[in-house]
């Protein structure tokens, strides 16, 4: 089946630094890319949707600026956590779409700033 | 907008037993998909059972049915003799089934199952 995987699993970074997160699609072209956060104990929220090539469309309330998307490769997607901050801290996970409309969550990232 | 909504925090099941997940969403769209999803405490997210709203018959994957009632916009998960590895969050999400429309995932807060042995 189709596999995203993602890495890091586990990251610390000290507040003020910048980390990346990649999601990689094994066996499938991933077109799109989604990226969610999830705050402990609380439900999913869709950051942002790229597409392979073109600027990624973010949703109400993200800053763009802080949480840099690059969709450069039909198999790698990379969010990139800039000037992170401790409310950064949160659990990121990504989705990425495979041929027609199939979907698989990648296994996801948890961020701790400090 | 979508909203799905699971008004229940948590819930407990006794192995072996049965134990049913509510979900309801709310939608202006006619055509749109269904899921729960299943989160253990890896926090990965596990595909349990998905449902087309232009199916009539519900969904069923071995141990996990849904009923799904279009009218009443409801949605819930039937988990039949439950088992200890069935304890974890469960995510019922939403998705736009037009052409052109949004792909999104729209989640509801999350139901915490415990599973008693």
């Known amino acids: 089946g189709a596999v995203v995987s993602q890495h890091p699993s586990r990251v610390i970074c000290k507040s003020g630094t910048s980390v990346k997160i990649e999601c990689r699609s094994l066996d499938f072209q991933a077109t799109t890319m989604f990226w969610y956060r999830q705050f402990p104990k609380q439900s999913l929220m869709l950051m942002a949707t790229?597409?392979?090539?073109?600027?990624?469309?973010?949703e109400q309330g993200v800053e763009k600026d802080k949480f840099l998307i690059n969709h450069a490769s039909l198999t790698l997607s990379t969010l990139t956590v800039t000037s992170a901050h401790p409310e950064d801290s949160s659990f990121y996970i990504c989705r990425g779409r495979f041929q027609g409309y199939g979907y698989t969550f990648g296994s996801g990232t948890r961020l701790t700033v400090v | 907008a979508q909203t799905v909504t699971q008004s229940q925090p948590e819930m407990s099941v006794q192995e072996a037993e049965t134990v049913t997940l509510s979900c309801t969403y709310d939608t202006s769209e006619s055509d749109y998909y269904l899921f729960w999803y299943k989160q253990p405490p890896s926090r990965q997210m596990i595909l349990v059972i998905r449902?087309?709203?232009?199916?009539?018959q519900n969904a069923t994957e071995n141990r996990f049915s849904v009923n799904f009632q279009k009218a009443a916009k409801s949605f819930s998960l039937k988990i039949s003799d439950s088992q200890l590895g069935d304890a974890a969050m469960y995510f019922c999400a939403y998705r736009s089934g037009n052409l052109g429309g949004s792909e999104k995932l729209v989640f509801g807060k999350g139901t915490k199952l415990t599973v008693n042995p």
């Open positions: 449902q087309e709203a232009y199916k009539q």
């Open positions: 790229s597409n392979e090539g073109s600027k990624a469309t973010y």
